[in-house]
């Protein structure tokens, strides 16, 4: 972790890339905890506010000129900063649990490794503009292959990210594995090529053995 950031025992990041089974696997978190009478906010990335929804929308949408690596990195980041303020940080005062659909490894996996940026900027930016670590974060971890074709299933047109070749994906997959390896007190690595019953059953017991 960067000594300079808060980490905060009730916020829980899920990762992973492309049809890993994130949103499958946040929803039985936050059954899990609401079972037990616990306060659950639920939310994700890039999003979680009415402003930072609009900038997810530019992120991804197809239709533009190609943005450059740095606008992508700053747009991810600017939604983050809004959701860090609007949100998270409010939820977390109030004394719920916060479960978020990707943060801030994303961007190390994405911009980082994916995309090239360095490293060193993506840690300035986390430093200075989010400021916030999840205490816990699972790492959906799938073969490339296999997550696109539980998208597919899925239908619907690929949105800009979605679009990338699996060249992308793959450099993704080794960065938030690299994350994980670097981090492995905050890192819950979760094999997603199991069924999806599976999957969630090995992350509510992991947050039970994290809660207790
Ligand atoms: N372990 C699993 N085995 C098979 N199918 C799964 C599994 N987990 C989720 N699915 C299915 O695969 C699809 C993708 O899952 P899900 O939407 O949870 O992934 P995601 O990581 O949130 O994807 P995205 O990156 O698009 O947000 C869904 O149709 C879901 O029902
Ligand atoms: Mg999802």
């Known amino acids: 972790m960067n000594t300079d950031m808060t980490s905060h025992r009730r916020f829980i990041s899920i990762e992973g890339g492309e049809g890993a089974g994130k949103s499958t696997v946040i929803s039985a978190l936050a059954e899990a905890l609401r079972a037990r009478g616990e306060p659950v906010v639920q ?7 009415a402003l930072a929804e609009k900038i997810r929308e530019l992120l991804l949408d197809p239709d533009h000129e190609p943005a450059t690596v740095h606008t992508e990195l700053l747009l991810m980041f600017a939604a983050r900063s809004q959701h860090v303020a609007q949100r998270i940080a409010p939820a977390l005062a109030s004394g719920a649990w916060v479960l978020c ?3 801030t490894d994303s961007s190390y996996a994405y911009q980082g490794a ?32 296999a997550g696109r074709a539980r998208t597919r299933l899925r239908g619907g047109a690929p949105d800009r990210i979605e679009r990338e070749q699996d060249a992308f994906f793959q450099r993704v997959r080794e960065g938030f594995l ?3 390896r670097s981090q492995p007190a905050r890192f819950c690595v979760l ?21 207790a």
Do not use: K, M, N
Not at 127 to 132: D, F, K, L, P, Q
Not at 199 to 208: C, D, K, Q, S, T
């Open 101 to 103: 659909d990707r943060f």
């Open 191 to 211: 094999d997603a090529s199991r069924s999806a019953a599976e999957v969630a059953a090995a992350a509510v017991a992991a947050l039970e053995a994290y809660q």
């Open 114 to 145: 994916g995309r090239g940026v360095s490293p060193t900027l993506i840690e300035t930016l986390e430093r200075e503009v989010v400021g916030i670590q999840p205490a816990l974060t699972f790492l959906l971890d799938l073969d490339v292959a």
């Open 178 to 180: 690299a994350r994980a």
């Open 43 to 49: 939310s994700r990335e890039p999003g979680g506010t």
